[in-house]
């Protein structure tokens, strides 16, 4: 089960900066000039998660696993790509494939750094990509509607099915609206059919500049009100920070983030942020060989959850043995918590909680 967030922007607002600190990589070329990111270039991530260590250290785990998201640096977006202006067509034949957007906005001024507006003003970008997607969702819902119609008009339940849920999608669009404003309640699904670029969860991240990583400035600011109006997610980060606390020694980066007064790496914050934009969440394996974390979407049933270890473990799914993340470490692993009448034998019907510690029986 993979699970992808695209980063996307204006070009020359950091992108492949972020991009190459998030992957520790210098695979996406990072250059002043637009469209230097040809290819959306992808990496994986570990996702930080502190309770991994300390399972390991109860379970007497020879290694930890964490469980990872995916990132892909997508080429910068221009005014007019819905038409197929710079590499328009390109960019959001990229973003309909990923599962998240974030949205790397400049927050700093810098006269060696061109910007393709030719001015600083992150709440113009925003509006401009948003605007952008909107326009090439409009235009992607209305060379479809005429058929659908004819398919309705014929019976066709699937057909009718679609367009009740494109219908009100489709004038907010004309309105000036996303698509994920106009989503019919629990036609969720439904309109991830569709494949629309504004349904997607949308994750801001404000690239400042190095001296107001911890505080964010007037420009992040502005974006913060955008952002709670939206009822979305933002980050501020400093991508120039991050590139160089990227090339350090893991021992030596906490000194590093504390010297600048940042309590941890903006990007361990962006993943997080990610990850909990897609609704996920993890569950935990512990073993002499290795603890390991696995990704699943919250809601998820056990048998479900123990496919994403392998598909013979659902097929095959009996129960699964249970203890929370806290019990596991109030009573020093699972025989502890077992004595204490905190270790569960859960069913086909259990919803896995956030920090289960996992056994699963199967028989196939």
């Given at each position: ?236 980060v400093s991508a120039a920070i991050e590139a160089e606390v990227s090339q350090l020694a893991a ?57 994403v270890i392998h598909n013979d473990f659902e097929r095959g799914f009996i129960a699964c043995e ?43």
């Open positions: 089960m993979g699970f992808n967030c695209g980063i996307v922007g204006l070009p020359n607002v950091g992108k492949s900066t972020l991009f190459n600190a998030l992957t520790e990589t210098v695979a996406a070329q990072a250059a002043n000039y637009p469209f230097c990111t040809i290819e959306p270039n992808v990496g994986r991530v570990a996702v930080p998660d502190p309770r991994l260590e300390i399972l390991a250290r109860i379970g007497n785990s020879q290694r930890t696993l964490p469980t990872s998201l995916e990132f892909v640096d997508i080429a910068g977006l221009v005014r007019g790509a819905s038409k197929g202006e710079g590499l328009g067509n390109q960019f959001l034949a990229n973003i309909r494939e990923v599962d998240a957007i974030i949205h790397v906005l400049r927050c700093f001024e810098d006269g060696d750094i061109t910007h393709v507006e030719g001015s600083v003003d992150p709440e113009r970008d925003a509006e401009i990509i948003e605007l952008e997607l909107m326009l090439a969702d409009m235009e992607s819902l209305e060379k479809r509607e005429p058929a659908l119609q004819k398919r309705a008009r014929g019976n066709d339940r699937e057909a009718q099915q679609l367009l009740a849920v494109m219908q009100p999608i489709l004038a907010a669009l004309r309105d000036g609206r996303p698509a994920r404003t106009a989503i019919p309640e629990g036609e969720e699904e439904t309109a991830r059919r569709l494949q629309l670029m504004t349904t997607k969860p949308v994750l801001y991240v404000c690239n400042v500049d190095e001296d107001h990583a911890a505080t964010g400035n007037a420009f992040s600011d502005k974006i913060a009100k955008r952002v709670a109006a939206e009822g979305g997610a933002m980050v501020v021992e030596e980066r906490g000194e590093f983030l504390e010297g600048l007064g940042l309590k941890n790496s903006g990007l361990d914050r962006v993943i997080a942020a990610g990850y909990q934009l897609l609704g996920l969440q993890t569950y935990f394996t512990v073993g002499p060989k290795e603890t390991r974390a696995w990704t699943i979407v919250a809601g998820t049933k056990a048998p479900q959850a123990a496919a249970t203890v929370s993340y806290d019990d596991y470490v109030t009573f020093k692993g699972e025989a502890g918590a077992k004595e204490a009448g905190k270790l569960r034998i859960e069913g086909k019907d259990y919803v896995v909680k956030d920090g289960d510690v996992l056994l699963f029986r199967f028989n196939v």
